[in-house]
C-alpha cells in the first residue's frame, strides 16, 4: 500500500488532480482506518491508466463514460473498445499534424543553417 505522496510522486501527479479524478468517479482508493488513502497496486494502475488517457487527449466527459463502462462489466467490452479506437484515431491524427510541423519547422531550420553557411563563406572570402 502507498499513500497519497508516494503515489503523486511516481506518477507525476498532484495531489489535487487525483483528487479531482476520485471525486468526479475516475478511481476509487481504498482508505485505512483514520480515512487516509490507500493506494494498492490495482488503484495505481487503474490511476496509471487515466493518466495516459488524459495525455492522449481523451475528454474528462469521455473518461467518465469509459470509467462507467469498465464497472457495468463485461457486457460494455464493444463499446470501451469505440471509445478507445475512437481516441486512438484523433492521437493519431494529432500526431500526423505535427509531424507535419516539424518537417516544416526543420526545412526552416536549414534555410537558416544554408544561409548561414553563405554568410559565413562571404566573410571568409572577403578576408573578415
Same mark, same amino acid.
Given at each position: 500500500? &502507498? %499513500?497519497? &505522496? !508516494?503515489?503523486?510522486? !511516481?506518477?507525476?501527479?498532484?495531489?489535487? %488532480?487525483?483528487?479531482?479524478?476520485?471525486?468526479? #468517479?475516475?478511481?476509487?482508493?481504498?482508505? $485505512? &482506518?483514520?480515512?487516509?488513502?490507500?493506494?494498492?497496486?490495482?488503484?495505481?494502475?487503474?490511476?496509471?491508466?487515466?493518466?495516459?488517457?488524459?495525455?492522449? #487527449?481523451?475528454?474528462?466527459? =469521455?473518461? /467518465? $463514460?469509459? /470509467?462507467?463502462?469498465?464497472?457495468?462489466?463485461?457486457? %460494455?467490452?464493444?463499446?470501451? @473498445?469505440?471509445?478507445?479506437?475512437?481516441? !486512438?484515431?484523433?492521437?493519431?491524427?494529432?500526431?500526423?499534424?505535427? !509531424?507535419? /510541423?516539424?518537417?516544416?519547422?526543420?526545412? @526552416?531550420?536549414? %534555410?537558416? $543553417? =544554408?544561409?548561414?553557411?553563405?554568410?559565413?563563406?562571404?566573410?571568409?572570402?572577403? #578576408?573578415?
Amino acid at each position: 500500500m &502507498k %499513500t497519497m &505522496k !508516494e503515489v503523486a510522486e !511516481e506518477l507525476g501527479l498532484s495531489h489535487d %488532480t487525483i483528487r479531482y479524478y476520485e471525486r468526479i #468517479g475516475l478511481l476509487q482508493v481504498p482508505r $485505512d &482506518k483514520n480515512g487516509y488513502r490507500q493506494f494498492d497496486q490495482q488503484s495505481i494502475d487503474w490511476l496509471f491508466l487515466v493518466k495516459m488517457l488524459r495525455k492522449s #487527449g481523451m475528454s474528462i466527459e =469521455s473518461l /467518465v $463514460d469509459y /470509467v462507467g463502462l469498465v464497472r457495468q462489466g463485461d457486457s %460494455t467490452i464493444a463499446a470501451r @473498445k469505440a471509445i478507445l479506437q475512437e481516441q !486512438e484515431e484523433r492521437l493519431k491524427e494529432q500526431i500526423a499534424q505535427q !509531424e507535419a /510541423v516539424l518537417e516544416m519547422l526543420s526545412h @526552416k531550420v536549414a %534555410t537558416y $543553417d =544554408s544561409q548561414l553557411l553563405h554568410f559565413e563563406q562571404e566573410r571568409l572570402d572577403k #578576408g573578415e
